[in-house]
């Protein structure tokens, strides 16, 4: 009897890599994005560019999830996916800093935690979309 090879499952871990970082940027958009004392925030839903991380996130969830479901090759657009969130991430942080930067009242402002998971959620997109799938 000749020997028969043996059927190999799917690589699935860049996609379920890529949906933990939509989760990340999905949860970012609504937590708050900058914060002037511990009593002031700004809530992600509450900036102009929430939206945009928003429609980033389910963008990012269903090519995640279509991967994973039907195994249809998703790296290029998860990774153009991940790199707009990382650069909205840093647009983001860019116009937090610059906003307060000369202002004596706004120089305690921070960057919240919301943009930070935007920032993670972007790079574990651009990783799961460079992991190998087999």
């Not at 190999?8 to 890599?17: D, H, I, K, Y």
């Not at 102009?48 to 969830?61: M, P």
């Not at 999830?65 to 969130?85: C, I, Q």
């Not at 116009?95 to 960057?111: C, D, K």
């Amino acid at each position: 009897m000749a020997p028969t090879a043996a059927v190999q499952a799917p690589n699935r871990a860049g996609p379920a890599v890529s949906l933990l970082g939509a989760v990340a940027i999905l949860v970012g958009s609504f937590l708050p994005w900058a914060t002037l004392n511990p009593v002031l925030s700004v809530k992600g839903m509450e900036a102009s560019d929430a939206k945009i991380s928003l429609v980033l996130g389910l963008v990012l969830t269903m090519t995640a999830v279509g991967e994973l479901a039907s195994g249809t090759d998703t790296r290029v657009m998860t990774g153009l996916v991940g790199l707009s969130a990382i650069i909205l991430g840093l647009a983001e942080i860019e116009f937090a800093t610059g906003a307060v930067s000369g202002n004596e009242i706004l120089s305690s402002a921070s960057v919240g935690i919301g943009v930070y998971a935007i920032l993670m959620g972007g790079g574990a997109a651009l990783v799961g979309a460079l992991l190998h799938r087999s």
